[in-house]
């Protein structure tokens, strides 16, 4: 699938977030060094007897990463600039600690206001991978360290992260919640509007009706057997089926219901409706992903299609998808120029179709969910409307 456009708010706010996650580990990781070093002036009892020996160096190997966060940041990567902080840093100090300590089992001190600091904030990113990746690799750390310097000191490091873990979890999954309440929130305001767009196109060709939500459900079907996709992917897929005719809108009534052979100048009035809706969607952020199905759904595989003529893999892989499940459902609805065809004569036509006019290889995996589409097919005419399927089963 296509790079996931992202919402330009959200990116800023998550670069925002980076920026200060980075900012706080730089004053806390810093004055936690510089506090001991002054105490341990006026109270030399509270000096380690083992010195750290990389000291101060970890923080000028620290500080050497800001450039491959800028890069990552620049790149638009900068979901991978936590997870490059925190290895680093935790790869580094398991270094420091196995030579400082190794053949002193009984000088090693266990845990700092460091590791506290990644597992406490490590919930900012509402991130269930990176908690793990915090706490799995503190508790590895701990225990590489014990197994190589052989003190049991580093059992009480394990369970201050396990206790700290707990605590931060509990604070993810209130994260977690808050962000799904308000997804969900979000996905019904987008499938209403969504709804709302398909309704107003319906009032215009009413032949039509019921057409976007069959055509969504075959597609995503299709798409599943694929296992090429994410929930999210399907989800965002779903809208774009849903949404593949919105162009029609700007169609005049007497060429889009017209029952008699359209002239050569209606055809091709007829053929924008995927460029402008293609442009309608394209400044709306929720409905980015959708473009590319919207603008290449007519699109043939020999070459031959509309509005760009692209061949083979030059169409997206959703478009393609799309091109299947249009043409099926086209072919069995009643429309006002003919009667509806049967599955079976749309079945053989979408055979004859391979390599021509469809994806050779969708064409293989059409012929195994056929049975699927035949279900949706009569649910659909049974119930004289339809309920889009359940993206997640």
Not at 94 to 110: A, H, M, Q, T, W
Not at 147 to 166: C, Q, R, S, Y
Not at 373 to 390: M, P, Q, V, Y
Request: with cysteine.
């Amino acid at each position: 699938m296509k790079k996931k456009i992202i919402d330009p708010i959200i990116s800023h706010e998550e670069g925002r977030t980076l920026k200060w996650f980075i900012v706080l580990f730089y004053i806390i990781s810093i004055s936690y060094d510089l506090f001991y070093h002054v105490i341990s002036i006026y109270n030399p009892k509270l000096k380690y007897e083992t010195p750290d020996v990389l000291g101060l160096w970890i923080y000028l190997f620290m500080f050497a990463l800001i450039p491959i966060a800028i890069y990552l940041y620049k790149k638009q990567k900068q979901h991978l600039i936590k997870y490059v902080y925190f290895i680093s840093y935790t790869s580094i100090s398991l270094i420091n600690d196995v030579i400082s300590f190794f053949g002193k089992p009984e000088l090693y001190k266990s845990g700092n206001a460091v590791e506290i600091f990644w597992l406490l904030l490590s919930p900012i990113f509402v991130s269930t991978s990176f908690f793990k990746v915090v706490t799995v690799g503190l508790l590895l750390k701990y225990i590489i360290s014990g197994l190589i310097i052989k003190t049991p000191f580093v059992l009480l490091g394990i369970l201050l992260i396990a206790i700290f873990a707990v605590f931060s979890y509990i604070i993810l999954n209130r994260f977690q919640s808050y962000v799904t309440a308000i997804k969900t929130s979000y996905d019904q305001q987008l499938i209403g509007i969504v709804k709302g767009v398909i309704a107003t196109l319906e009032l215009k060709d009413p032949y039509t009706r019921g057409h976007s939500e069959r055509v969504a459900s075959y597609a995503l079907e299709l798409a599943k057997v694929s296992g090429r996709f994410s929930k999210d992917e399907l989800k965002a897929f779903n809208y774009a089926c849903l949404l593949h005719d919105i162009g029609k809108i700007h169609i005049p009534d007497h060429i889009l219901t017209k029952s008699e052979t359209l002239t050569k100048e209606e055809y091709e009035i007829i053929k924008s409706h995927t460029v402008v809706g293609a442009d309608a969607v394209s400044k709306v952020v929720g409905f980015k992903d959708s473009i590319e199905v919207i603008r290449s759904h007519h699109e043939r595989w020999d070459g031959k299609g509309y509005p760009e003529q692209l061949k083979g893999e030059e169409i997206p892989y959703l478009a393609r998808i799309t091109s299947i499940a249009d043409a099926f459902d086209a072919m069995t609805s009643t429309r006002s120029y003919r009667a509806a065809l049967s599955i079976e004569e749309a079945y053989k036509r979408i055979l004859e179709g391979k390599g021509s006019q469809f994806d050779p290889e969708l064409v293989e995996e059409f012929k195994k969910i056929l049975p699927l589409w035949r279900t949706i097919h009569d649910k659909a005419n049974n119930e004289d409307g339809f309920t889009s399927i359940n993206i997640n089963e």
